[in-house]
């Protein structure tokens, strides 16, 4: 059945911050501009040792927004941003967002062929980007960009910078040759826009914020429309959520995912600037020994991330050494968290995970886990606040207790549509405005809802479903498994088998030992019928094993 709103936001406050003197902000620039002022002297974003605080952050911000629309930017203008987690980030969107302007998230690792095509699509006329990536966007054509800038590793860290980025291009040779003529540096304009004079637009709740891409429910990469008043939407829902947990201006999270992706964007960046809170930036979260050795010397509160990186942290022989006694709550989305992970992850930082579940549509966050968990369910927890959910069969009827449906999605943080494309929009909706996630899962006891897999990765064996998801948390208990991807193909007898592709913790496992534990783990037909090793799977980028790939 259906299941109604949740909860409601305490009324007059739809975004935060708001006083009984003065009417809830409604944008997002706004809601940043206040934090900055509320918390002007409080660090906001820590990186490679250097601290920036939230008068600096709003300054910078402003002498950006000032150039931009110096330029000729107008409301809607789409400006792409193709930063690492740097100070660069914050400053940039901010300042786009003030300026009026539509932020557009590019991956700094595109190959220039999907650079081009998003930027193309997006009809992008500003780009900043890390001159590590700059080659790239050399070898792309794009008609309306009218503008590339671009910034350093040590930009806004003033000498200590200055030497960073002469070690980055001289002794490490960390960045390729490049050319583009008429880019400009980052700082450079920013100084220029000292100088310039500042128009307040008159943005609502309607005008976009992000144009944030997905590979979507189906088809090529789309961009979600997402407004100031889904992101608002979402930032208040989360924080209704949190509140009783977390403490304006006193919280430390450390954002080790990318904050281009809607994750880390929301959940790290937006959120935790809303709340005043100190937030440590992991440019490279792939050096784990460097990751460990950073949260050593920062003593976190909430900390964000994904299974592997999870997984990964724990592996490490030094994580297990560091002070947690300041740790109150860890988030866990972008993909299913393995039980023998969650339950190492609080045996070690003495906090549990809290599962929550989202996608770039919805802004992105649809559930989250009660931040009173003691131990690990397995369920992503509770819908939002103003969040309807509906399990539905692919005829559109709602499943009964128990089953298994497509999780459809209903609420303020719901994207407006797909960029340009009415037909995928019209297509992603049922007709009484639920989004379809393309994600599988059942209702348990207590109204928690449980993720069972993407519907595109369920594999049919002999007319039973298999869900990857189940296969994985298992094969991923064995000890020697350092990691493990499952997915189906063709067979001529059941119409699909499992595959299953494993990553050895140790080189003496063997494809009989690891299908004689399976036998005594899984009935039968969830039996992988084949078994692939090799040294690692393919992730995206914020950690999650890409099946669509190892199909591929």
């Not at 100070?87 to 081009?116: F, K, S, W």
């Not at 709340?275 to 460097?290: Q, V």
Request: charged fraction near 15%; include cysteine.
């Amino acid at each position: 059945m259906k299941r109604p709103i949740v909860a409601q936001a305490d009324e007059g406050q739809e975004s935060g911050f708001s006083s009984q003197n003065e009417a809830p902000v409604q944008t997002l620039d706004r809601l940043l501009g206040q934090s900055c002022r509320t918390y002007a002297a409080h660090p906001a974003f820590l990186c490679l040792g250097h601290s920036f605080c939230y008068a600096q952050i709003e300054q910078s911000a402003l002498h950006f927004a000032s150039w931009l629309q110096a330029q000729g930017l107008s409301s809607g203008t789409r400006v792409a941003v193709m930063l690492p987690n740097l100070p660069q980030y914050p400053v940039a969107i901010y300042g786009i967002l003030r300026a009026g302007g539509v932020v557009v998230n590019c991956n700094p690792l595109y190959t220039p062929r999907e650079l081009e095509f998003q930027l193309r699509d997006a009809e992008v006329e500003y780009l900043l980007v890390l001159e590590n990536f700059a080659h790239t966007v050399a070898d792309i054509r794009v008609p309306s960009l009218r503008h590339i800038i671009v910034t350093q590793v040590g930009d806004f860290m003033g000498f200590r910078g200055i030497i960073l980025n002469q070690i980055l291009h001289y002794w490490k040779k960390a960045i390729p040759p490049w050319t583009l003529p008429g880019a400009q540096p980052f700082n450079t304009i920013l100084s220029q826009g000292a100088q310039l004079p500042f128009t307040c637009p008159s943005l609502t709740a309607d005008h976009l914020a992000f144009l944030q891409y997905t590979g979507g429910t189906t088809g090529r990469a789309k961009g979600a429309m997402l407004s100031h008043g889904n992101i608002m939407a979402n930032l208040t829902q989360v924080g209704e959520w949190v509140k009783d947990a977390l403490v304006p201006g006193e919280e430390r999270v450390v954002t080790a995912l990318p904050l281009y992706h809607i994750f880390a964007l929301t959940a790290n960046c937006l959120l935790f600037w809303k709340l005043g809170a100190t937030n440590l930036l992991i440019p490279n979260p792939r050096d784990i020994p460097a990751l460990v050795k950073t949260l050593s010397r920062f003593p976190m509160t909430v900390f964000t991330g994904v299974n592997t990186l999870f997984a990964a942290l724990l592996h490490h022989p030094r994580f297990s050494q560091i002070d947690f006694s300041h740790f109150k709550a860890t988030l866990g989305g972008g993909m299913a968290v393995q039980p023998e992970i969650a339950e190492k992850w609080a045996r070690v930082t003495g906090c549990p995970i809290n599962q929550a579940y989202g996608l770039t549509e919805t802004s992105p966050a649809v559930t989250l886990h009660p931040m009173t968990l003691e131990g690990f369910d397995g369920s992503i927890g509770h819908a939002l606040p103003e969040t309807e959910i509906s399990l539905r069969t692919d005829e559109g009827h709602e499943v009964g207790e128990g089953e298994s449906g497509e999780i459809c999605v209903r609420g303020p943080q719901v994207m407006k549509g797909y960029w340009q494309q009415a037909e995928e929009s019209t297509a992603v909706f049922w007709p009484d405005g639920f989004l379809k996630t393309g994600d599988i899962g059942r209702w348990g006891p207590g109204e928690m809802l449980f993720l069972l897999d993407r519907k595109k990765d369920m594999i049919k064996v002999s007319g039973f479903n298999v869900y990857p998801n189940e296969i994985e948390a298992v094969i991923s208990q064995h000890p020697d498994v350092q990691e493990v991807a499952a997915i189906g193909v063709d067979d001529p007898h059941s119409g699909q088998a499992i595959k299953v592709f494993v990553v050895r913790r140790h080189p003496q496992l063997t494809t009989e030992s690891l299908l004689t534990y399976c036998h005594h783990q899984l009935t039968g037909y969830k039996i992988p019928r084949q078994v692939e090793f090799r040294d690692s799977l393919p992730h995206s980028t914020i950690g999650k094993v890409l099946r669509r790939a190892l199909k591929e």
